[in-house]
């Protein structure tokens, strides 16, 4: 038998595990002063404040199975009667448990596990759900990855911690252990896949030599004094995963509740999102406001915001005319709508597009169904239609045209609704197409949601948006 100690040791311990949850399991007994996990061999090793503590935990557990996460573990007393830096080998030395619980809007990361990059995106994805983030910084050090992520207010930071800690990022791997940092304010230079400010976005990507190589003294700089409390080490340039096998990963109910939206958004972005998308919004139903009633229906807002995503109802609302309620696809596509289509003017009104309280819109006499329609745009060929979408252009996108058609007849027929500067009928892939340049973005919208889906010499013809900045 081990002479008696305040450090215990504890077998077993999986990945999963953190320190959080060794911390509950001896809670009752005293105050843990020190704690050290050792991912390679699955242990760990947890300082009581004083002997007569560790021997409680001790006496109670020899009658009681210690079990975390449904995972039987085993204790013992440790060889060690204190843990020291020495002692641990290198790795992370724990402040008391009491300083280490003083909440803080920064937080913590350490990923175990690692085995697909995590940048600053993945850890954005992550946690925006949770509250504004600030700022994210990721660096490595002996215990391996680590990241500090800075919300805007405390308690987004609470909710971050209590929701995700222990979980893994991707299936079986990359698994967050959380913990409150000392820090107050994170200094962030540069922006990149290592370290961002959501709240300057024209930071410099970073300082180079001349020679190509990143200048370590300013990876430093980030943490001000603190630089040297996290012993940072210049680390890879991990991008995000771009294989087949790394896109398809599931996240099933134990790990990190990202939506499925944000897998099929990185695949179609291959992983570069467009600037202020995050691919974690789930809320599907959008509501639109201060539009112009008299000119607008159901149909009109369909062929507008079928750009970004399937319709699948529309509700106009009688007791404030000039709202609407749209439900897309999924929360990506609703996101992709909001970003790029807040603030578009709609005949001579600046049209306002929010998140709306409301999961989705329920069937009604008054509720326009799209969801069967074939007009819906991201049925077929989604990550490419996702690639095309942008905000309102001055350049039209025409399809489906019949064959026989002239440009003046195209001309013709959209110039109702603004002064078009050019256009160009052209064939792809033995399809008559054109491209139609109109005088502003508010005629080219408006012709767009009049004109969609309209018969034009007997063909159903398409209008988009294009990025095409000439004919």
């Known amino acids: 038998m081990t002479e008696a100690s305040k450090v215990l040791h504890i077998r077993n311990v999986g990945a999963d595990i953190s320190e959080n949850d060794l911390l509950q399991l001896v809670q009752g007994f005293g105050i843990v002063q020190k704690m050290v996990i050792i991912r390679a061999r699955n242990q760990a090793l947890l300082q009581m404040q004083d002997l007569a503590s560790a021997i409680n935990v001790m006496q109670y557990y020899s009658q009681v199975q210690p079990s975390v996460r449904g995972r039987n573990v085993y204790m013992q007393f440790s060889s060690h009667q204190e843990l020291t830096i020495s002692d641990q080998s290198g790795q992370i030395r724990r402040p008391s448990s009491d300083q280490e619980q003083q909440p803080n809007r920064i937080l913590l990361l350490t990923i175990h596990n690692p085995l697909y990059p995590i940048t600053v995106d993945v850890l ?22 680590q990241a500090l992520v800075q919300f805007a207010v405390q308690q987004s930071a609470l909710l971050a911690r209590s929701t995700l800690q222990g979980r893994n990022i991707y299936d079986g791997c990359c698994t967050l252990d959380i913990q409150f940092s000392n820090l107050k304010e994170l200094q962030v230079h540069y922006n990149n896949e290592r370290t961002r400010d959501f709240t300057n976005p024209a930071l410099p990507s970073e300082q180079v030599h001349s020679g190509g190589n990143v200048v370590h003294n300013n990876l430093l700089s980030f943490f001000g004094d603190a630089a040297n409390l996290y012993s940072l080490q210049p680390g890879p340039r991990p ?12 996240l099933n109910s134990y790990q990190i509740p990202v939506s499925s939206a944000a897998a099929a958004a990185n695949a179609a972005f291959s992983g570069n999102l467009p600037l202020g998308i995050t691919g974690t919004n789930e809320r599907s139903t959008l509501l639109v406001s201060n539009l112009n009633h008299e000119k607008l229906d159901a149909d009109k807002l369909f062929n507008l915001f079928s750009n970004y995503g399937n319709i699948l109802r529309i509700k106009l609302l009688h ?3 000039d709202h609407a309620l749209i439900q897309m696809g999924d929360g990506f596509q609703a996101e992709l709508a909001l970003s790029f289509l807040k603030g578009t003017t709609l005949f001579g009104k600046r049209m306002e597009v929010n998140y709306s309280k409301h999961p989705q819109i329920n069937p009604s006499n008054d509720t326009h169904d799209y969801s069967s329609s074939n007009l819906n745009r991201f049925n ?3 990550a490419k239609n996702y690639r095309y979408c942008s905000a309102p252009t001055k350049m039209i996108h025409v399809s489906s045209l019949p064959t026989e058609v002239t440009g003046e007849e195209i001309t013709s027929y959209l110039s109702p609704h603004g002064n078009i500067v050019n256009a160009k009928v052209f064939e792809a892939n033995g399809k008559k197409q054109a491209l139609v340049q109109f005088e502003t973005e508010e005629q080219a919208t408006e012709a767009l949601i009049c004109k969609h889906a309209s018969l034009f010499k007997g063909s159903t013809i398409r209008l988009a948006f294009s990025k095409s900045t000439s004919v």
């Open 124 to 145: 954005h994805q992550v946690f925006y759900p949770h509250g504004f983030v600030e700022k994210i910084v990721t660096f490595q050090k002996s215990a391996g990855l």
């Open 239 to 250: 991008g995000f995963p771009q294989t087949a096998s790394h896109q398809s990963l599931g």
């Open 319 to 321: 007791n404030k005319p």
């Open 380 to 382: 077929r060929n989604a």
